[in-house]
């Protein structure tokens, strides 16, 4: 079955230590972006990925890493979060940056305390 | 910058029609998007229309395109329980830009 994974899907951590969201395609998609989702503000792109070792950022990278090592995986790395960072985390996949569908992962609800 | 705006609520009654509108400001959007979000769920494609359609009908989906006011609207024939969440708009010009979505809420 083609799909997105994220880990985990819920995560409750403490200001300023690190953690680390996986994401993983199947479908050898090329590529792979992470948003936020915050009510009242839709989804906003945090960084982008259109192949591997080629990552770009979108428009809220502050706080936020990726890697792109490997075609199938995209995780999402914050190394000193805070609690503005607290949000609905989704992962999306697609052939290319112009293809039609973009699928995406079951979301990540992360709580900064 | 680009920009794509939804109102953030519609409620309706079982067996009614709804209409959610989203405006957008990138014209050269070459793709519009309706995604679905259910409770805790990801979001899923729901349908999309070219820029150069002003109409395109899928089952119980209408969705129609007025491409000189900017104006996408999303139509659920005979709207279901089943229908409630979240629905979002979305164009894609160079990068995929989401509205800030519509709950919406049928009542039985």
């Known amino acids: 079955e083609a799909q997105v994974t994220q880990n985990p899907r819920y995560l409750i951590t403490v200001t300023g230590k690190k953690l680390t969201v996986t994401c993983s395609q199947n479908m050898n998609h090329e590529y792979m972006s992470w948003y936020r989702q915050d009510p009242g503000l839709g989804l906003r792109q945090i960084y982008y990925?259109?192949?591997?070792?080629?990552?770009d950022k979108g428009d809220v990278p502050e706080g936020y890493k990726v890697s792109r090592k490997e075609k199938r995986n995209f995780p999402l790395i914050l190394e000193s979060p805070s609690p503005n960072q607290t949000s609905l985390y989704f992962c999306a996949s697609s052939w290319d940056r112009v293809d039609t569908e973009a699928f995406f992962g079951q979301g990540t609800r992360l709580t900064v305390v | 910058g680009e920009d794509v705006e939804q109102s953030l609520f519609l409620s309706v009654r079982e067996g009614d029609s709804s209409v959610i509108n989203c405006t957008y400001t990138?014209?050269?959007?070459?793709?519009l998007y309706w995604y679905k979000q259910e409770p805790g769920a990801g979001l899923q494609l729901l349908t999309y229309?070219?820029?150069?359609?002003d109409m395109k009908q899928d089952q119980r989906l209408t969705v129609l395109l007025n491409k000189k006011d900017k104006h996408l609207s999303l139509r659920i024939a005979d709207t279901q329980t089943g229908d409630s969440a979240i629905y979002f708009c979305a164009e894609k010009g160079g990068k995929l830009i989401f509205g800030q979505g519509t709950e919406l809420s049928v009542k039985p």
């Open positions: 990138d014209s050269s959007s070459t793709y």
């Open positions: 990925s259109m192949n591997v070792e080629v990552t």
């Open positions: 229309i070219f820029s150069n359609m």
